[in-house]
């Protein structure tokens, strides 16, 4: 079991940042893929990044390209989100997830093992 704890939500304007970050305990860390999904109100969880169990490889989705980055920390077994330039349509409760490393680099939902409970992220225009 990897239990997943998000912190770092809230409420920002249209054009400001946040940072996401996800601890993990439970089994080791760095054989997970962590992934970041989000879920607007009406709206089925969608994909937002992924990073490799080492750390060298990313994915985004394209709206996301260039204003988020992930990373993470084996050593502290965290994983982070950095949001700039947020716009409106980017609020939603954000999820940490993880893969199991056959699982291979994904953006499926389904492909992800463990999830946390989830923080909201609320951009005002």
């Known amino acids: 079991q990897v239990q997943l704890v998000e912190s770092g939500g809230g409420l920002v304007q249209a054009g400001g940042s946040l940072r996401l970050s996800c601890a993990a305990s439970g089994r080791t860390f760095s054989n997970y893929v962590m992934g970041w999904f989000r879920q607007a109100p009406g709206k089925e969880r969608e994909f937002v990044a992924f990073?490799?169990?080492?750390?060298?490889?990313?994915g985004y989705k394209d709206s996301v390209k260039g204003r988020f980055t992930i990373s993470r920390d084996n050593a502290k077994s965290t994983v982070s989100l950095q949001m700039n330039s947020l716009k409106p349509e980017d609020t939603a409760v954000y999820y940490c997830?993880?893969?199991?490393?056959?699982?291979?680099?994904?953006?499926?939902?389904?492909?992800?093992?463990?999830w946390g409970q989830g923080t909201q992220v609320t951009v005002s225009s």
């Open positions: 997830a993880a893969s199991r490393r056959d699982n291979g680099l994904t953006s499926l939902a389904r492909k992800y093992d463990y």
């Open positions: 990073i490799s169990w080492s750390g060298n490889a990313t």
